[in-house]
């Protein structure tokens, strides 16, 4: 296969506006399309100026972040790529090639720091992109990669995996490896679309956007699968998923057997792959056809590569050689050599491979001294090299599943585990350091790298379960050390979670298996429950009859039960209409504050689109039908101009006073210094407009009809819970909400469900619920806003014959209600979005359907 380049530019980047209208990136919160991207482009491009410079991008998953790496490729400037999340990697960047420019992710649009007009190095011509070898962060050597190397990957790719400009691809990989990297290329190139995340696969939140934007594709890592199990990935449906590739090291192929068993089931296609960042990404795939008969192997050379078998002294198998336009320049060690140009033309890959008869390549070992840990390849002489530089003499090897290191003398493994883990990029439970009193010794003197690799803690048997009576739960404390290690935190509480700690996708298998060796099987959302709640959920007893519901999705469904069995008559409990205005202001922190201001007021208004519609169509429904109601109810204002007296006419008054609240939060957020000032002080800012809105529940400060403060107090309380980050934090809202809700009504029984509501969502990010409940729970929070409008109507002609039948029709009628405007709205917005590729409504603000406003 033969590619004809022009090699001044990488047309997939240097195009973008051909694709015209059609979506290049969805997120969260907002979608653009290709002329769109071109143009923020073109903008950082001029930026950039027409002198080639030298630049390095902080790159994380975000649209900054791609509009910078797409200037600087069709600007001409050669860029280094590094994670955002890993400064020491910037820092060693600025120290070692003193680039003319650095990038970071901004509020709206790239952050340029200039640090010179023009520049100090000599680039060559085709030098387009540099990137660590294969993922690395241990060691110093840079990949310099040409235009041609890129888009000749890209064309690779996107032809043997037939990408199609329909195809929606979820950006499960750092941009920055060169993996991740390849897929946004191979998209782009064909007019495909990106959704852009740097959420895990463990979130549910991913799946939510998965499912919202039509994604067709993810890429995975090995570890990606272990993911994948443990969130229940055979079970979901996922009507739009066309194929899953897979590379980042060799995948078990028991593994990639069941899960080719369950794309075959579902209907999509899975690709092992096999690559190095010095082939720019790939260099074989493993057709699907092909998969079956020949388990285990990376398959043939993509389009336009080859490979052969070099012999090598001494070993039954030859090293895998590849030749191909994708091939890099050579590497980069320091700054003189960017200018250099080609110094290699094809690839020694280090691997030890043989070929079949069908034709299929099969990697079976390695030649030199790499391993690949969460699809990271680690250079084990840089291990060395790392911790001799600390005056520690050491022996390192390891394998796919961790680095195991030995050191001569006492030291502090602990310590030295934790700075090697950081240097490397790895997670904490991934390295294993060792104090011996000397290494061991081969007969001829050399280190014996495999009895290092024998120190490693041993494996438990897969299929081994002790018995009930040897089964002694772990406590807090066990819990507490082994977050600590996995997250490299020393400070961990009975009420923390691994995600408020701040745990992320590569720190999760490792602590994942720690608290299965200590607890037994863990439940699908651990990572949502505290220290204390993990321990107590050690018991394998309580494991099979109960599993977490976050407790805002609980208050949301008991909530409506009880607001229509207290009107009903059925039970009396009031209170918890403005528990869920707690409620509304904690779901809003967390799926409605983040991305650029802009952006987020569009989100923010779409949202309140999701209130509004059904509310006024129902109302006036209701206004047709009964005498009830009046005009002003209809459009949202009877709070100003209905009647002083309570009347049927205030049955709408949550609604009428949550749409206020959100409106005056979206239009104060909207000014520029409001929206700083939330950024700079989360926990702050909801504190302050808590405080105003206290001046009118104590009357400090009386405000004509309608008057939303009273609610905006309990909103921005429910919003500064979901900011709380720490247990001073905590204690603080509690102490608040402690101080402040007593009083409020005559009743103290109502007063006391609302403080109760709110300290549950401070203390308690999830209750466990008997599992079969589960289901109907959900169902009931996502509907209790069509609930809360349909009950009007059913439950006073129910109520007195049977109160019970009143709520379980007012419910029914609201699941009804509910289905019916999904279905409505999914049309509409499918219609919008072919008719004009305009902005989705996210996700989370999907979710936005109850009197809670999720």
């Not at 653009?32 to 390095?56: F, K, S």
């Not at 972040?65 to 820092?91: C, M, N, R």
């Not at 080719?260 to 990404?281: H, I, K, N, P, S």
Request: with cysteine; hydrophobic share 45%; glycine share 10%.
């Amino acid at each position: 296969m033969t590619i004809q380049l022009d090699l001044a530019r990488a047309p997939f980047a240097a195009d973008l506006a051909r694709h015209g209208d059609r979506p290049a990136v969805l997120m969260a919160d907002q979608v653009l399309t290709y002329r769109e991207l071109a143009e923020r482009v073109n903008d950082v491009a001029q930026r950039l100026g027409p002198v080639r410079r030298l630049a390095v991008l902080a790159a994380a998953n975000d649209v900054d972040s791609l509009v910078a790496y797409l200037a600087a490729l069709s600007g001409g400037h050669p860029l280094i790529l590094v994670p955002a999340d890993k400064p020491a990697a910037l820092e060693s960047i600025l120290a070692g090639y003193d680039p003319d420019v650095v990038m970071r992710p901004g509020n709206g649009q790239p952050l340029l720091e200039v640090r010179r007009e023009g520049t100090a190095h000599a680039l060559h011509p085709e030098l387009a992109l540099l990137l660590s070898t294969s993922g690395s962060t241990g060691s110093p050597k840079l990949v310099r990669l040409s235009r041609e190397n890129l888009q000749s990957n890209a064309e690779s790719i996107a032809g043997y995996l037939d990408i199609r400009a329909s195809d929606r691809a979820a950006t499960t990989l750092p941009m920055s490896y060169c993996y991740g990297l390849s897929v946004i290329n191979s998209h782009l190139l064909r007019g495909a679309g990106l959704v852009l995340t740097d959420l895990s696969v463990v979130d549910p939140c991913f799946w939510g956007l998965f499912r919202q934007q039509s994604t067709t594709t993810f890429a995975a890592v090995p570890y990606t699968f272990e993911l994948l199990d443990r969130v229940g990935f055979s079970q979901m449906d996922l009507p739009g998923l066309r194929y899953v590739t897979q590379a980042g090291g060799r995948l078990d192929p028991a593994t990639a057997q069941r899960y080719r068993g369950l794309g075959q089931r579902g209907g999509w296609d899975l690709f092992v792959m096999y690559g190095q960042t010095e082939a720019t990404a790939r260099m074989a795939y493993l057709p699907p056809q092909l998969a079956a008969e020949n388990p285990g192997t990376i398959g043939i050379p993509v389009p336009g590569g080859a490979f052969r078998i070099d012999p090598v002294p001494g070993l039954e198998d030859g090293e895998l050689v590849y030749t191909g336009p994708n091939v890099m320049l050579g590497y980069a060690e320091c700054p003189g050599d960017l200018a250099a140009g080609r110094t290699i033309d094809e690839l020694r890959t280090g691997d030890l491979a043989r070929r079949h008869p069908s034709g299929v390549y099969e990697v079976v070992g390695r030649r030199s001294r790499f391993v690949k840990i969460v699809g990271l390849r680690i250079d084990l002489g840089q291990v060395e090299k790392i911790l001799a530089e600390l005056g520690v003499p050491a022996a390192g090897a390891g394998s796919d599943r961790g680095l195991v290191v030995a050191v001569e003398g006492d030291h502090d493994t602990s310590l030295l585990g934790k700075i090697l883990a950081q240097r490397l990029g790895l997670p904490r439970g991934a390295v294993e350091l060792h104090a011996v009193t000397g290494f061991p010794r081969l007969a001829n003197g050399k280190v014996d790298y495999q009895g290092v690799l024998a120190l490693a803690r041993p494996e438990p048997a897969p299929d081994a379960e002790p018995a009930a009576s040897q089964h002694v739960p772990a406590g807090p404390a066990d819990v507490r050390t082994i977050f600590a290690d996995a997250l490299e935190c020393d400070d961990v509480k009975d009420m923390d979670t691994f995600v408020s700690l701040g745990g992320d996708s590569l720190s999760y298998v490792a602590a994942s298996i720690r608290l299965e060796k200590a607890l037994g099987q863990l439940p699908p959302d651990w990572h949502l429950l505290t220290v204390g709640d993990l321990a107590r959920r050690g018991r394998p007893a309580r494991r099979r009859f109960f599993a977490p519901l976050e407790t805002g999705v609980l208050l949301r469904a008991a909530g409506i039960v009880l607001i229509i069995g207290t009107h009903a008559q059925l039970l009396h409990w009031p209170g918890m209409a403005h528990v869920l205005f707690a409620v509304a202001g904690y779901n809003f922190a967390r799926f409605q504050l983040g991305g650029d201001r802009v952006p987020r007021l569009r989100r923010q208004l779409r949202s309140l689109g999701r209130i509004i519609v059904p509310s006024v169509a129902f109302i006036a429904v209701a206004y047709l039908l009964t005498d009830r109601y009046g005009p002003e109810n209809i459009v949202l204002l009877n709070s100003f101009v209905g009647p002083e007296t309570w009347t049927t006419r205030w049955d709408f008054w949550f609604i009428e006073m949550l749409v206020y609240v959100l409106i005056s939060v979206a239009g104060l957020l909207a000014i520029p210094w409001a929206a700083r000032a939330e950024r700079r002080f989360p926990f702050a800012f909801p504190l302050a407009l808590a405080a105003v809105g206290l001046l009118t529940r104590f009357e400090i400060l009386i405000l004509p009809a309608p008057n939303p403060a009273p609610v905006l107090w309990l909103f921005a309380l429910g919003w500064a819970v979901a900011r709380t980050r720490t247990l001073r934090q905590r204690i603080l809202v509690s102490a608040i909400a402690a101080s402040t809700v007593p009083g409020f009504f005559d009743n103290p029984y109502r007063d006391a469900t609302i403080l109760a509501g709110i300290l549950l969502l401070t203390w308690l990010p999830a209750v466990p619920v008997p599992n079969g409940c589960h289901r109907l729970l959900g169902v009931l929070a996502a509907s209790s806003l069509y609930a809360y409008l349909a009950h009007w109507l059913v439950y006073p002609g129910l109520a007195p014959f049977s109160p019970a039948l009143a709520v379980a029709a007012s419910l029914a009628a609201g699941v009804v209600y509910w289905s019916l405007s999904m279905r409505v709205m999914g049309a509409v917005g499918r219609w919008m979005m072919k008719m004009q590729a305009g902005h989705r409504v996210s996700p989370d603000s999907a979710a936005i359907r109850t009197p809670g406003h999720r």
